[in-house]
């Protein structure tokens, strides 16, 4: 059911994911800080998973979310920068993204709260986040491009 809250989320989670698509650091950063002044860690949790659904629609195709259990196929980002296994931030956004497609809700949920008290860790998770989202994106409309422009 829809409210202000979702409504206002969504809106900024679509804004903040095409200025970084557009590569747009400022705009990105603007739309992230009004998440935060307006809802505060509860609002980038939010923005965390419409970003995690956007990479599950983008990269997995759309592939359904588990249950939880983590009984049926379970899906495993690999940490997406690989120059730097010490990046704490992106392997945050390689976790947060896996356990959200898997459905394991409270893994997702313990992730972001845990990450608040260290502060490189959790705003370098969600900048990655950010990015993962923003590139799997771009990848997809530079692959819609080169479709049509072949046809």
Same mark, same amino acid.
């Given at each position: 059911?829809?409210? =202000?809250?979702? #409504?206002?989320?969504?809106?900024?989670?679509?804004?903040? /994911?095409? !200025?970084?698509?557009?590569?747009?650091?400022?705009?990105?950063?603007?739309?992230?800080?009004?998440?935060?002044?307006?809802?505060?860690h509860r609002g980038v949790y939010s923005l965390c998973v419409c970003l995690a659904d956007t990479v599950r629609q983008i990269a997995f195709n759309n592939q359904p979310r588990g249950d939880?259990?983590?009984?049926?196929?379970i899906v495993v980002? =690999?940490?997406? #920068?690989?120059?730097?296994?010490?990046?704490?931030?992106? /392997?945050? !956004?390689?976790?947060?993204?896996?356990?959200?497609?898997?459905?394991?809700?409270?893994?997702?949920?313990?992730?972001?709260?845990?990450?608040i008290t260290d502060v490189a860790t959790h705003v370098g998770g969600v900048t990655e986040l950010i990015c993962m989202a923003a590139d799997v994106t771009r990848q997809r409309l530079n692959e819609n491009r080169d479709r049509e422009s072949r046809n």
């Open positions: 059911m829809p409210n =202000e809250y979702s #409504d206002f989320i969504v809106e900024q989670a679509s804004l903040l /994911l095409e !200025a970084a698509v557009r590569l747009d650091d400022e705009t990105t950063a603007e739309v992230l800080g009004a998440i935060v002044e307006r809802h505060g939880g259990t983590l009984t049926g196929p980002v =690999e940490q997406y #920068d690989h120059t730097d296994l010490r990046n704490t931030g992106d /392997l945050w !956004a390689s976790r947060f993204v896996s356990s959200y497609i898997n459905g394991d809700d409270e893994t997702t949920k313990s992730l972001f709260t845990s990450s």
